[in-house]
T-cell receptor, first 116, second 110 residues
Framework: GAGVSQSPSNKVTEKGKDVELRCDPI?????LYWYRQSLGQGLEFLIY????????KSGLPSDRFSAERTGGSVSTLTIQRTQQEDSAVYLC??????????????FGPGTRLTVT | GIQVEQSPPDLILQEGANSTLRCNFS?????LQWFHQNPWGQLINLFY???GTKQNGRLSATTVATERYSLLYISSSQTTDSGVYFC????????????FGKGTSLLVTP
């Protein structure tokens, strides 16, 4: 079946602009995660959604970052007033979910964000 | 958060050689995954292995949860095995969000 998809694959934006990154999880997966990969910080967790529960935002680096998940499926990560340090590959992952059992996470191809 | 250390950081092998990659983690975990990141940046799932031993072709993995480490074995390496291998762990209290190690960069030469 279809895997996790992300769009756009590449995004170049000017410093100070807002950007939106989209993630379509695997159908039926209730858990959705955002991570980012940058040269200086490696792979780091940003935010997590489980079903209709309030998201875990503990990994967001600043209040310029926000995310929402509509209808328990598609998610959008928004970065306001982008800065050069936001340049990274943003990765989305999904899993079958559940709060008492851990499941394997599957990753999308990522969105490469470049802030000029 | 949980600390994840991978070793070695870099590894060069000749085609056909075997290797062992190690992942140490600082606390008890509920999930552990090994990934291969290909040259295009895609994270490919290798193993979901919070405990025990699994094998898939030339690759196998063992996690000893009580001693907080996992090993990834690559046998008869091929040039297509080149790339970065990541270990990642998660716990219930953080919704199983993955904490990644810095990776092992593997180059297999012909």
């Amino acid at each position: 079946g279809a895997g996790v998809s992300q769009s756009p694959s590449n995004k170049v934006t000017e410093k100070g602009k807002d950007v939106e990154l989209r993630c379509d999880p695997i159908s039926g997966h209730t858990a959705l995660y955002w991570y980012r990969q940058s040269l200086g910080q490696g792979l780091e967790f940003l935010i997590y959604f489980q079903g209709n529960s309030a998201p875990d935002k503990s990994g967001l680096p600043s209040d310029r970052f926000s995310a929402e998940r509509t209808g328990g499926s598609v998610s959008t990560l928004t970065i306001q007033r982008t800065q050069q340090e936001d340049s990274a590959v943003y990765l989305c992952a999904s899993s079958p979910g559940g709060t008492s059992i851990a499941y394997e996470q599957y990753f999308g191809p990522g969105t490469r964000l470049t802030v000029t | 958060g949980i600390q994840v250390e991978q070793s070695p950081p870099d590894l060069i092998l000749q085609e056909g050689a075997n290797s062992t990659l190690r992942c140490n983690f600082s606390d008890s975990v509920n999930n552990l995954q090994w990934f291969h990141q290909n040259p295009w940046g895609q994270l490919i799932n290798l193993f979901y292995i919070p405990s025990g031993t699994k094998q898939n072709g030339r690759l196998s993995a063992t996690t000893v949860a009580t001693e907080r480490y996992s090993l990834l074995y690559i046998s008869s390496s091929q040039t297509t095995d080149s790339g970065v291998y990541f270990c990642a762990v998660g716990i219930l209290n953080s919704g199983y969000a993955l904490n990644f190690g810095k990776g092992t960069s593997l180059l297999v030469t012909p």
